[in-house]
């Protein structure tokens, strides 16, 4: 509960920071119990919610308006030199379908691991658990299942649209 309310708090303090205050930004989220590597890039408007940890790897860049929800007591990691588009959402949990007097069941938790060298497009939706490292996930993605290393992934949902080289 506690990381809980730190995020509430910090994640209006953040919006006080020009996009470019890279360090001071980098500072706040590590407040948050954010982990974050000094080399990261996080842009404005960026979002924490939910108890679960989130580690941010070297040379990540982050885009304005990105959001993570934990829920449980999940993680998100994003490996290295990973490129995240403005406004894509990663999201750790969700419901079973139950009857149809009430069909968001109990909830369920998962992780998110992105390997390395992933270029997620602008507002795509990352709920699988797994995306490869050397991927693309092309804008406004609806990332569903695990998807494998080294290719293109687009589309509502998403497919492997393409492999791409190493």
Not at 10 to 23: H, R, T, V
Not at 109 to 133: F, N, P, Q, T, Y
Request: aromatic share 10%; proline share 4%; net charge positive.
């Amino acid at each position: 509960m506690f990381v809980t309310f730190k995020r509430f708090i910090f994640n209006k303090c953040l919006d006080f920071l020009p996009s470019s205050c890279f360090g001071y930004r980098r500072f706040v989220l590590r407040l948050m119990d954010v982990e974050v590597s000094p080399s990261a890039k996080i842009n404005s408007g960026f979002r924490a919610y939910g108890p679960g940890k989130i580690i941010i790897k070297d040379n990540v860049w982050i885009g304005q308006n990105c959001r993570i929800y934990t829920g449980g007591f999940n993680k998100v990691t994003i490996g290295e030199n990973c490129e995240i588009g403005p406004e894509t959402v990663f999201n750790c949990q969700s419901h079973n379908i139950e009857g149809s007097d009430h069909r968001a069941g109990k909830c369920i938790h998962h992780d998110i691991e992105l390997g390395k060298g992933i270029w997620c497009g602008m507002r795509a939706m990352i709920l699988c658990e797994k995306v490869g490292s050397g991927s693309v996930i092309g804008a406004g993605a609806l990332v569903l299942d695990e998807v494998p290393e080294n290719v293109l992934a687009a589309g509502v949902p998403a497919t492997v649209k393409k492999e791409l080289s190493r």
